[in-house]
């Protein structure tokens, strides 16, 4: 059986999502067995490929970077998971959406800048207006709740998925786990 | 008045998904479903406090009516044919929770009831992983004036419980709603900050009602704010003193 190919991303989160993925530990090297690990901010590839059978997205869209990532993701992928509470409902990321964009940069690069205050117009992609759910932007297979999910939770969806089997995740995770 | 004089509630027959009840005229479809061991989700209810059908979680179907009816505020009748879990009601619940998480900013993983919140509770028991509907996002304000508490609109999901045990219990009434629909605000006297509310007698009661984390002490970092279950007993002690 060739193995199956698995890609993760990294959206606007705090990479704990990553994190806990890690913490499965030794379980670790039985999915090495399974899965090629074909893009991931945790491997080198440099563009994300064609034909990934199961991508473990993490974070909220919130920049046009963000954006472009999610579209080519979702092109290029058969099953979609929203990984964590940032991907699933934009959580702490979307704590900034009730100021406005301008009110956020000029909170970040102008009132508590001690140095150079300006505003970033190059190389730092611009924000959206919103933080938001990737489901709000492409389709969404599976969703995968908690801040972080736990390594187990993360297991279950990994090895339900490679089963061939839709995960029932609200018996694993909850929102803010 | 003697209590012998008084009028002996009659038993009433019912069926709960098909299955026959019987209970005390005077009881609501919620409590009699819950003397049966029969689920209907809830959040607004709490006992010891005056129901008001407020959340509309306990809607379910009764044969014969033309509209889902909340059970909490429901009184039952004889021959009631009641259904609580229909594939429309399924599909309700689901929708008005997904309403209240779309409707304001609940960030469970920083909230200080992380953990002890019904309504996370309740959403991972309905089975709910995302929100479906476009959230709205609103500027809310926190209210820290107080000593000893706080409040963030925020997480508010206007159930009511503060004000009805503001009113009903600690009989202060400095809690209130103000406002329509998704602007309706819990105020404390004449909104004003609750610092400077002359009503309050900093009991708390409505920081150990609250469901979520709205109303919580200062000082609880998140997941750290814990409620006590304290009305069945105010509730009873006061009804063996009638």
């Known amino acids: 059986m060739s193995k199956a190919r698995v890609a993760t991303i990294w959206l606007d989160g705090c990479s704990g999502c990553h994190m806990s993925f890690l913490d499965i530990d030794e379980r670790l090297i039985e999915l090495a067995d399974k899965i090629e690990l074909v893009y991931s901010p945790l491997v080198d590839a440099k563009e994300y490929p064609e034909n990934v059978d199961v991508c473990l997205c993490e974070g909220a869209v919130s920049n046009e970077d963000d954006l472009k990532k999610i579209l080519k993701v979702r092109a290029r992928t058969k099953i979609l998971v929203s990984l964590g509470d940032c991907a699933v409902n934009s959580n702490v990321p979307s704590m900034r959406n009730p100021f406005g964009v301008e009110d956020v940069y000029k909170r970040a690069y102008i009132e508590n800048a001690q140095l150079n205050q300006q505003i970033p117009k190059q190389v730092i992609p611009p924000l959206l207006k919103n933080a938001r759910p990737i489901h709000e932007c492409v389709k969404v297979d599976v969703f995968v709740p908690g801040c972080p999910p736990s390594a187990d939770g993360i297991y279950y969806v990994v090895s339900e998925l490679l089963a061939g089997r839709m995960p029932d995740t609200a018996s694993k995770t909850r929102f803010g786990a | ?242």
């Open chain 2, 1 to 242: 008045m003697n209590p012998s004089a008084q009028k002996v509630p009659s038993v009433k027959t019912l069926q709960i998904n098909g299955k026959d009840v019987s209970a005390r005229e005077d009881q609501t479809l919620l409590d009699v479903a819950r003397e049966n061991g029969v689920f209907i989700p809830t959040l607004c209810n709490l006992d010891g406090l005056t129901p008001i059908g407020a959340c509309r979680l306990c809607l379910v179907e009764v044969k014969g009516a033309r509209r889902l009816l909340p059970a909490c505020i429901t009184q039952i009748q004889d021959n009631m044919e009641v259904f609580t879990e229909t594939e429309t009601l399924v599909k309700y619940r689901k929708m008005i929770l997904e309403l209240l998480f779309a409707e304001r900013n609940h960030v469970c993983s920083v909230c200080v009831s992380n953990g002890h919140c019904e309504l996370q509770a309740m959403a991972q028991k309905l089975g709910l992983d995302h929100i479906r509907y476009p959230y709205l996002y609103p500027k809310l304000a926190v209210d820290a004036s107080h000593d000893r508490f706080a409040v963030d609109h925020n997480r508010c999901i206007l159930c009511q419980r503060c004000v009805r045990v503001c009113d009903e219990i600690e009989g202060a009434h400095t809690w209130d709603v103000q406002g329509r629909g998704t602007a309706s605000l819990v105020i404390t006297d004449l909104n004003q900050p609750w610092g400077t509310s002359e009503s309050c007698t900093s009991c708390g009661k409505c920081v150990q009602v609250c469901p979520t984390g709205t109303l919580f002490e200062k000082g609880r970092a998140s997941g750290e704010m814990t409620k006590r279950e304290f009305l069945p007993y105010l509730t009873l002690m006061r009804e063996e003193r009638v």
